[in-house]
C-alpha cells in the first residue's frame, strides 16, 4: 500500500509518503498565490529523494486551510443571498450578544456579504413546517433579474423555518439553476439543516462564498495530480475528522474549513493510545498558529459548531459556522508569530510572517522578530540544521532584529528580550490550553499532552508545566502530525436534522422515523462518493435540560430503536451532564434539539513500520548553549537525535533533542525516555526540581 498525505498549513506544506508500512516525511514553503504548486514542488523533491512515484500511489489524502484563508482574508466569490421577505437583516444583526461587556467600541462580526446583496422573496413557513404563505414566483423572477444584472458568482439561498419544510428552498435553486445555469447555489436545507436563523444563514452563505474558491483550488489539484499519473483514489479531510471526495469538498466546502487541525487530532489520539492514554490535549502548534484539541475517553471532542476569525479569540465574536467540528481553539501563536514592542511591554502575535518573507533568520526577506528568531537566539534551535537541512538559519540578523526593535526600546538585554517573546508566546499558548482544558470541566493533571507542528514539542515541556499536565507525548514524525493524522482517518459523512422533541413525550416510532430519513440522505452521498464496503453506524444528538440555552454532544446507543429508546437517550445525557458539570438533576425533563446520523466507512491502511532516515543531525555527543534563566541561565546542554535515546533509559533535562521536522527542548527538571512505538514521552517535574 502506497499513499501519500499532505497539509497545507500557513508557513509549510507537510507530506508524508507511507510506502508499505515507511514513512518518508518532507516540510516544503506554502505558496499562499497558488497553494497547488507547493504541493506539485513537494512531489518533485519526494521524487529526487526516494522511490515515490505518484503513478504507483494508490491513495491520496489532503488537508486544507484554502477555505479558511478565504474567509478570514475576505478572498470568496461575490455572493448574493435570498432570504424570507422581512428576514433581510439576519446577517446584519447577528445575536446581539457582548463578546466583551465593557468594551465600548467593540465591533460585530463583519457578514461576508453586505445587506446591498440581500434580497427577500415572498414566502413563509412555521416553526412546524407548515406552509404560511406559498413561495411567490413573481417575487422570485425579479430577485434573478437583479442577481444577474449584478453578476454574481454564487447565491446561498436560506429560508425561514426552511430546517422544517425545504421545498421552498428547492424550488427556488430549480429555478436559479433554470435560469443561471452557471452559478453555484448553496441552500440551507443541505448545508446546514438545523434552527437558529443566525448561525444556518451564516453557513449557508460561507458555503457559497467560498464554493468558487474551493472549486478551483480542488479541480487544480486534480488536474495536477492527474498530471503526474495519479490515477486512484483521492480524499479530503473534513473538519470533523472524517474523510470525503473531492466531489463533496466542492459540494459543501465549509465542511473543510478545519481540516488539517482535526487530521492533528486523530493523529493526537492514535499516539497517546499506542503508550496507554486516553485523555488527551492535543497541541500542535506550526509557524502560522497554535491549535489545541481535546480527546476524553479515546474520542476526539466534537463540536456542533464553530467559529471563524474571532476577535482577540473571544467567544461569540467570529462568524459561526453551524457544522460539526472536532472541538479546537485556535490561537494566533505560531513560530512567525511576529513581536513587537508595545506600550512599554512585550507583545506576540497574532500577526505571522508567513512563509514569506518568514522570520528573519530565514534570510528570505523578513525584517520583524519572530517567535522563531527568538528561540534561534536563545539556543534552541540548530542554525546549520533546520527543516532537515533545508534552512541555514541566520543568528546574526535575528539578534540583530530583537536587539533593535524589542531589545533597545525596552532596555533590554537582546537574551532577556529573546526570553520575552519565548515566555509571552507560551503564556498567550497557557492561557488557550487552560479554556480547553480546566474552563470546559477537564482536569489536566489527568491528561498527556501529544505535542507536534513544526514548533510545539519545543514549547512544550514548559507549556505542561505551566497547566499541571504531568507528561508530555512527542510523537514519531512529530512535525508532520496532521498528514500522519490523515493516514488514520477514515471515510465519514454524516446527516442532522432539527427536531425539538422531549424525550418523555417521545415514542420509538418518531425516532425510528427520523433516523430512516437521515440514513436515506447519507446514504445517496456514499452512492456518489462509491466507497467499497459497508458503513458503520452511529448515532448522537444534541440535548439540553428543558428550559435551558445551550445543548451538549451526547452519543446514543446503537441498534434497533424500539419503545424503550428515548428512555436510554435520556439516560445517555443524564450520564453525559453529571460528567461534563458535576451535576444532574433527576427532576427536570430532557430534550433533543439536533439530531445527527454518522456513516464510517474505513479506508485502506498500512501498518506503520520503520520511519525513513534522513539526513544526519550530528553526533550525539555535541553540546550547545541554551538559556534556562529559571535554572541559572546559559547551561551547556546536550543534542541528541532521536534514534540516540533508547527506550527503558531516560535521559534528564537539559537536552534538546533533535528531528528532521522539529525540535524538542526538555528543560531541566524534567526527563524524557524514548518509547517502543518511537514516540517520546516527556515527564514533567515540579518546581523545586529546578
Not at 541566520?394 to 520575552?420: C, F, H, M, V, Y
Amino acid at each position: 500500500m502506497k499513499r501519500l498525505a499532505f497539509d497545507i498549513g500557513g508557513t509549510f506544506t507537510d507530506f508524508v509518503y507511507d510506502d508499505d508500512g515507511t514513512f518518508h516525511t518532507l516540510k516544503v514553503p506554502t505558496t499562499p498565490e497558488d497553494p497547488a504548486i507547493g504541493v506539485i514542488e513537494g512531489m518533485r523533491h519526494l521524487g529526487e529523494s526516494g522511490n515515490f512515484n505518484a503513478k504507483g500511489l494508490d491513495v491520496v489524502l489532503h488537508a486544507t486551510t484554502v477555505a479558511t484563508n478565504a474567509i478570514i482574508e475576505r478572498k470568496g466569490g461575490r455572493t448574493a443571498l435570498i432570504t424570507t421577505d422581512g428576514f433581510r437583516d439576519v446577517l446584519i444583526i447577528g445575536r446581539q450578544k457582548r463578546y466583551e461587556t465593557y468594551d465600548l467600541y467593540i465591533k460585530p462580526p463583519k457578514p461576508l456579504v453586505q445587506r446591498r446583496d440581500i434580497f427577500e422573496v415572498v414566502e413563509r413557513v412555521a416553526f412546524d413546517g407548515e406552509t404560511v404563505i406559498a413561495l411567490d414566483m413573481a417575487s422570485l423572477d425579479t430577485v434573478i433579474d437583479r442577481i444577474a444584472e449584478a453578476n454574481y458568482d454564487a447565491v446561498a439561498v436560506a429560508l425561514l423555518h426552511a430546517y422544517a419544510a425545504p421545498d421552498h428552498e428547492r424550488q427556488i435553486r430549480d429555478r436559479l439553476y433554470q435560469r443561471l445555469p452557471d452559478i453555484d447555489v448553496s441552500i440551507s436545507s443541505e448545508v446546514s439543516p438545523k434552527f437558529r436563523e443566525y448561525e444556518r444563514t451564516n453557513t449557508t452563505v460561507a458555503n457559497s462564498y467560498v464554493k468558487p474558491i474551493v472549486s478551483r483550488y480542488v479541480t487544480h489539484l486534480e488536474e495536477a495530480l492527474s498530471g503526474k499519473g495519479f490515477r486512484n483514489e483521492f480524499f479530503i479531510m473534513q473538519s470533523s475528522g472524517g474523510l470525503v471526495s473531492p466531489e463533496f469538498a466542492r459540494n459543501f466546502p465549509i465542511r473543510i474549513v478545519e481540516s488539517g487541525p482535526a487530521a492533528g487530532v486523530l493523529m493526537a489520539r492514535d499516539a497517546a493510545a499506542e503508550e496507554g492514554f486516553d485523555h488527551v490535549i492535543a497541541f500542535d502548534m506550526g509557524g502560522t498558529t497554535a491549535k489545541l484539541g481535546a480527546v476524553d475517553e479515546g474520542v476526539p471532542s466534537i463540536s456542533p459548531t464553530f467559529e471563524i476569525d474571532p476577535v482577540r479569540y473571544k467567544r461569540g465574536s467570529g462568524l459561526p459556522i453551524n457544522t460539526p467540528a472536532v472541538e479546537l481553539l485556535e490561537i494566533g501563536a505560531g513560530g512567525g508569530s511576529i513581536a513587537r514592542a508595545e506600550l512599554g511591554t512585550i507583545a506576540v502575535g497574532p500577526e505571522s510572517a508567513g512563509a514569506k518573507p518568514g522570520p528573519v533568520c530565514y534570510g528570505l526577506g523578513g525584517d520583524v522578530p519572530t517567535v522563531t528568531d527568538a528561540n534561534l537566539v536563545l539556543g534552541y534551535l540548530d542554525p546549520e540544521y533546520f527543516n532537515d537541512g533545508a534552512f541555514t538559519l541566520d543568528i546574526a540578523a535575528a539578534r540583530n532584529a530583537i536587539q533593535s526593535k524589542i531589545a533597545k526600546p525596552l532596555d533590554l538585554s537582546t537574551e532577556a528580550a529573546a526570553w520575552g517573546i519565548h515566555l509571552i508566546a507560551t503564556n498567550n499558548m497557557e492561557h488557550a490550553i487552560r479554556i480547553v482544558s480546566v474552563e470546559r470541566g477537564r482536569d489536566p493533571r489527568r491528561y498527556a499532552m501529544v505535542a507536534f507542528g513544526g514548533a510545539g514539542p519545543l514549547h512544550a515541556a514548559r507549556l505542561a508545566r505551566k497547566i499541571g499536565v504531568p507528561q508530555v507525548i512527542i510523537p514519531k514524525n512529530a512535525g508532520v502530525g496532521s498528514a500522519v493524522g490523515l493516514l488514520g482517518a477514515d471515510a465519514r459523512l454524516d446527516a442532522s436534522a432539527t427536531r425539538l422533541l422531549r424525550l418523555n413525550e417521545t415514542t420509538g416510532d418518531t425516532l425510528r422515523q427520523l433516523y430512516e430519513e437521515l440514513e436515506e440522505r447519507v446514504r445517496q452521498d456514499l452512492d456518489r462518493m462509491a466507497l467499497p464496503g459497508e458503513p458503520i453506524w452511529s448515532r448522537f444528538a444534541y440535548m439540553r435540560f428543558s428550559g435551558q440555552g445551550f445543548e451538549i454532544h451526547v452519543p446514543l446507543p446503537t441498534g434497533s430503536i424500539d419503545d424503550a429508546y428515548p428512555q436510554s437517550a435520556e439516560d445517555a445525557f443524564r450520564r453525559a451532564y453529571a460528567t461534563r458539570h458535576q451535576f444532574s438533576d433527576m427532576q427536570a425533563s430532557v430534550e433533543a434539539v439536533d439530531w445527527y446520523l454518522v456513516a464510517t466507512i474505513e479506508t485502506a491502511k498500512s501498518t506503520p513500520g520503520a520511519i525513513a532516515k534522513s539526513s544526519d543531525v550530528g553526533s550525539s555527543l555535541r553540546t550547545r548553549s541554551a538559556f534556562f534563566p529559571d535554572a541559572g541561565g546559559w547551561l551547556e546542554t546536550r543534542i541528541l537525535n532521536r534514534g540516540d535515546l533508547v527506550p527503558g533509559n531516560p535521559l534528564e533535562g537539559p537536552a534538546i533533542v533533535a528531528d528532521p521536522d522539529s525540535t524538542t527542548v526538555i528543560p531541566p527538571g524534567d526527563r524524557v525516555e524514548a518509547m517502543k512505538n518511537g514516540h517520546l514521552v516527556i515527564r514533567i517535574g515540579t518546581e523545586d526540581q529546578l
